[in-house]
């Protein structure tokens, strides 16, 4: 007889996810709401509570098909990510010594269809994949401003990161 390997549960019966979070990390699922019209989804709003500080600077960056961004992490600001279109994964790696979750990797799929804002702590390691057959856009809301003299922002080589994006986590 053919032996298999048993699912292990992922959702609640209410359809939230199961996964265990790094500390500090949000995740917020967007609604959209629709008429005959057209959409609207809100991408940010302070009283949600998930992240506070004011908003200070705003971007949208566009990732190919099979294309990545990252390996990067802000040593000082919080990044406030919202996918706005297309198929992406967000990957998460969290490198700071004396966290709870020192070492955890988070992967988030969010698209046109299952938007939502990921709220990233500072030295939580990220990248973002397009995991589709169309362009991918997300908008950024960080913390800070850019720098163009002096950014906050430094890669990391892949090795570093306990992830492949052939394989998932724990590769």
């Not at 032996?3 to 967007?30: F, H, M, N, P, S």
């Not at 998930?50 to 190919?64: D, F, G, K, S």
């Amino acid at each position: 007889m053919l032996q298999g390997r048993k699912d292990k549960a992922t959702v609640t019966a209410t359809g939230e996810r199961l996964e265990a979070r790094i500390d500090g990390v949000t995740l917020r699922y967007a609604t959209t709401q629709f008429d005959e019209r057209g959409e609207v989804c809100e991408i940010y709003d302070p009283a949600w509570g998930v992240a506070p500080e004011p908003l200070v600077y705003v971007y949208t960056a566009l990732i190919r098909p099979g294309r990545i961004k990252g390996w990067v992490y802000h040593k000082a600001q919080i990044d406030r990510m919202f996918v706005l279109s297309g198929f992406l994964k967000i990957v998460l790696y969290d490198m700071r010594e004396g966290s709870p979750t020192c070492g955890m990797v988070n992967e988030f799929h969010l698209t046109e269809r299952n938007r939502g804002l990921v709220v990233i702590p500072p030295f939580v390691v990220h990248a973002v994949q397009n995991v589709g057959m169309i362009d991918g856009a997300f908008v950024n809301m960080p913390s800070r401003p850019y720098d163009h003299a002096n950014p906050d922002k430094y890669r990391v080589e892949r090795a570093d990161v306990p992830y492949s994006f052939d394989k998932g986590a724990g590769w």
